[in-house]
């Protein structure tokens, strides 16, 4: 029987794990992940975020390990090394961009050279305040579909939550859905999840699930941690994440909820 001892590769969620309430890394968060570094252990990072959005983080914590990003349809290397990825067939793209204009929601194509966009609001707005990227904007969308890993529809909570009951049973057939945030409506390819790009990785790496520890606590952790050895959700996190994490860290401030778990599995 695996032992938390015997990890070798861990994995960690950004927003909301390794990242408080207030987008920032706590003194205890990153203290605990370099003696999980300096334990030998290849930490890598995993996240709905695109590369460029992850980076900062990689960087700070001074990590050499590729980055699952896009929800895992994405793994590439800090020097740029594609491992694998995967994007949306262009016809659905083009769909999702006119679903997203007669909605009257903000739809934003993720590819690697940036996020393209045909207008900015408050929304929007606040979206790039939160990340590294640029925001490209474009006259249309429609005129190039191409290399898209995400596709993401912005906009207010109640426009949210509306359009994804009208249309997510009707879509998931052909991607999957994210609910990452209530002004966000993420759409990837079918079957990618932060499990698949872990797995991809795991496997180049030499390392079997059965040496794997996740933390996370969103939805989109799910795969990951199920998937896992040891997937551990944050006491803070949704009840779908706690049902799948074969342990809950320890209740108290969700900005050291990651710093605790890591506690509880290793030290």
Known sequence: ???????????????????????????????????????????????GR??????????????????VSVHG??????????????TLDETF?????RLGRKEKVSVMLYRDSGVYLEMTTAVTEYDQSRNAEPQILVSDLLADCSGVHKVM??????DIARVQAEYENKLRDRADLYDTDPLYLEFVPKGVSK?????????????????????????NDVPMLAWARFGVAMAHATGAARK?????????????ALARAIDLLFF
């Open 1 to 47: 029987m695996t032992r938390p001892n015997d990890i070798r590769l861990v994995a960690i969620d950004i927003d909301g794990t390794l990242l408080g309430p207030d987008g920032t890394m706590s003194r205890e968060n990153r203290e605990a992940v370099l003696r999980l570094k300096a334990e030998g252990r290849e930490v890598v990072l995993a996240s």
């Open 50 to 67: 695109s590369h460029a959005n992850m980076m900062p983080f990689h960087k700070s914590l001074g990590l050499s390990s590729p980055l």
């Open 73 to 86: 349809g994405v793994v590439r290397a800090p020097n740029g090394r594609l491992h694998g990825a995967q």
């Open 93 to 97: 793209v083009a769909e999702l961009t």
């Open 153 to 158: 529809w912005v906009g207010e909570p109640d």
């Open 195 to 219: 499990a698949g790009g872990l797995a991809l990785l795991a496997r180049e790496l030499g390392v079997d699930s059965q040496r794997v520890a996740a933390f996370g606590d969103g939805n």
């Open 244 to 256: 799948a994490a074969t342990l809950i860290g320890p209740e108290g401030c969700s900005a050291t």
